[in-house]
DNA sequence: TGAAATGTTGGGGCG
DNA sequence: ACGCCCCAACATTTC
């Protein structure tokens, strides 16, 4: 009787799993593990929805008859030591694709092999693996509208697999952590404000596909770009972690149907697909620009009163602040806001794209790595098919196309909600007596802005000229 | 998935 | 009736 570990990463799934599907037909006693590296822990957000997320798929396993073995450590000698104490002679796993966790996956399948264990890997969280999709001169793309012409015509409706029906029981000899044993969750509890939208895990990730294709799909493209409104999937951090597969995605989306919605939301999915390409071809970009004329580009790092007023929402900025505050509250932040705030932080601050990326993951709980990377370098005008560097937000007018209400703003920047809409999105252009009667005093109830946006905006012009150069 | 500066056009007020 | 100016509305260019 063969025996099979699976081993759980960013696939925390039951639902078209190939790693957990293939374990099944070919072994009769198949052990589900998830192997926590303290080393590679992951973001302070990530991790509070981790221990949910793999709460909910322990369950799941529970359901169907079988367990989950929690262990903590250097994921190689962890499944060395499985492999001894159950007698596997065969480890299936989803692959990742980060330099660190490919590098990690090599090193650890070439001793598995060596020691005569097969070892097998699948596609288990994108569409297409990133080497299947090349230009026409068989090189990495570089531009999105091409990789994505080229990854629609390889086809994006892959076959899902139904979640299994039963799974084998795990001997209780094999034993592992509590999860409470991981110590994922904070100790003081800043993550309540994560789970508006429900619990991790892939039944909620499900039921928000289900609630998404439902109704707001269809009014996607424009809905989208208003903070206020519910018009985005909210699926980001259960891709994150797998709990539901790109594919499953793409299968609940009416194959015939052609309506803008449907379309621009197939859009997003294929930049995300477009970022893991990047980041396996360019692993560099990880922390380096791809466009190396900014590795010249004199950042303002140095100031890290800046920095900090920009990760705690008081920048002055009120549509700057109201993102911040709700990314620091909700673990998440809504992607045109994730624009605004990045333009401001790299063009009107002049702050490397590298420290708000890493904010970023820390504090989303969607956080991905190649996706952040992407988005960070896009808005920083430094990285592929990025937006020219002159291209800089002003928040004040994007407050008032997006946020024409105020809703937003005044939610997440409540010292402000008595001010007429008039002044709110710009409160340090508003008459003494306006700021009287709604009871706000500058630089006391809310602070004065931390840059003048005009200026800033020609600084950063002027900066960039320095490291502009003609190829 | 930008914003600001600059250019063009056309209607209306007015002498 | 005509020319002139103003300016909104839109288009184009520039950063």
Redesign the pocket.
């Known amino acids: 009787m063969s025996t099979a570990i699976v081993w759980f990463r960013r696939d925390l799934r039951l639902g078209d799993n190939p790693a957990l599907t293939a374990a099944l037909a070919s072994s009769a006693r198949v052990i589900p593990v998830y192997l926590h590296d303290p080393h590679n822990p992951g973001g302070s957000a990530g991790r509070a929805w981790l221990y949910h997320s793999l709460r909910s798929l322990q369950q799941n396993l529970n359901r169907h008859g079988s367990r989950l073995i929690i262990r903590q450590g250097e994921p190689g000698a962890l499944l060395d030591e499985l492999i001894a104490q159950t007698g596997a002679t065969v480890v299936h796993w989803n692959r990742v694709y980060d330099p660190d966790g490919i590098r990690r996956d090599s090193a650890i399948k070439a001793a598995l092999i060596a020691r005569g264990l097969a070892v097998h890997s699948y596609n288990g969280s994108l569409l297409h693996e990133p080497w299947n999709l090349a230009t026409t001169g068989g090189e990495a793309f570089r531009v ?1 509208t091409p990789f994505s012409k080229a990854a629609i015509r390889a086809g994006i409706r892959p076959a899902v697999l139904p979640c299994p029906a039963a799974l084998p029981p795990v001997p209780p000899e094999y034993d592992g952590l509590t999860l409470e044993a991981l110590q994922l969750q904070p100790r003081l509890c800043w993550d309540q404000g994560f789970y508006r939208q429900g619990l991790p895990g892939e039944d909620t990730a499900l039921a928000r596909l289900r609630a998404f294709v439902d109704d707001p799909l269809h009014r996607y493209d424009e809905a989208r ?1 208003f903070p206020d409104r519910p018009g985005t999937s909210g699926l980001s951090p259960h891709l994150a972690f797998g709990e539901i597969s790109p594919g499953q995605i793409m299968a609940a989306l009416p194959a015939d149907a052609d309506n803008p919605g449907q379309t621009v939301f197939i ?2 999915l294929l ?1 995300r697909e477009f970022a893991w390409h990047l980041l396996y071809h360019y692993p560099h970009t990880l922390d380096h620009p791809l466009d190396a004329r900014f590795e010249a580009f004199p950042w303002a790092d140095a100031q890290a009163e800046n920095f900090r007023a920009w990760q705690r929402g008081l920048t002055g900025i009120p549509l700057v602040d109201a993102g911040m505050r709700e990314l620091w509250a909700t673990g998440w932040m809504h ?2 806001v994730r ?1 605004v705030v990045a333009s401001f932080l790299t063009k009107n601050l002049l702050i490397s794209w590298q420290q708000g990326a890493a904010w970023f993951m820390d504090t989303l709980v969607d956080a991905d790595l190649a996706n952040n990377t992407l988005g960070w370098q ?1 808005v920083a005008g430094c990285g592929a098919d990025a ?2 560097y ?6 004040v ?2 407050a008032q ?1 997006f946020d024409p209400d105020g809703l937003y703003t005044r939610h997440w920047v409540p010292e402000l909600a008595r001010l007429p809409l008039t002044w709110l999105h710009r409160p340090w252009e508003a008459p003494t007596e306006v700021l009287t009667e709604s009871g706000i005093v500058p630089g006391r109830d809310y602070p004065l802005p931390l840059v003048d ?2 200026q800033s ?1 020609v600084r950063a ?2 900066t960039f ?1 320095t490291i502009k150069t003609y190829k």
């Open positions: 999105y770009n859009r997003e930049w992607n045109r624009m896009w937006a020219p002159f291209r800089i937000f002003n928040p007018l994007q196309r946006l005009q905006r012009l002027e000229q």
